[in-house]
C-alpha cells in the first residue's frame, strides 16, 4: 500500500468511476472501452494516477 504524504498529512485515495449510458443503451462495446482505457491511461502518468483495474459492461 503507497500512502501519498504532504506537508501535514498522509493519505491513500482510491475512485470508482462509472459512466451511465442515457436509456441503458448498449454504448461500450470492446472496441470502445479499449480506446477509452488508452486514452485514460496516456492521461493518468500526468496526473499521478494508476489504474488498478479497467471493465465494462454490455
Do not use: C
Amino acid at each position: 500500500m503507497n500512502l501519498d504524504n504532504n506537508t501535514h498529512s498522509v493519505f491513500l485515495l482510491q475512485y470508482h468511476l462509472v459512466f451511465v449510458v442515457k436509456y441503458r443503451r448498449q454504448v461500450f462495446d470492446d472496441g470502445i472501452s479499449s480506446r477509452a482505457k488508452e486514452i485514460f491511461e496516456y492521461i493518468a502518468p500526468n496526473y499521478n494516477i494508476t489504474l488498478e483495474e479497467w471493465n465494462h459492461d454490455k
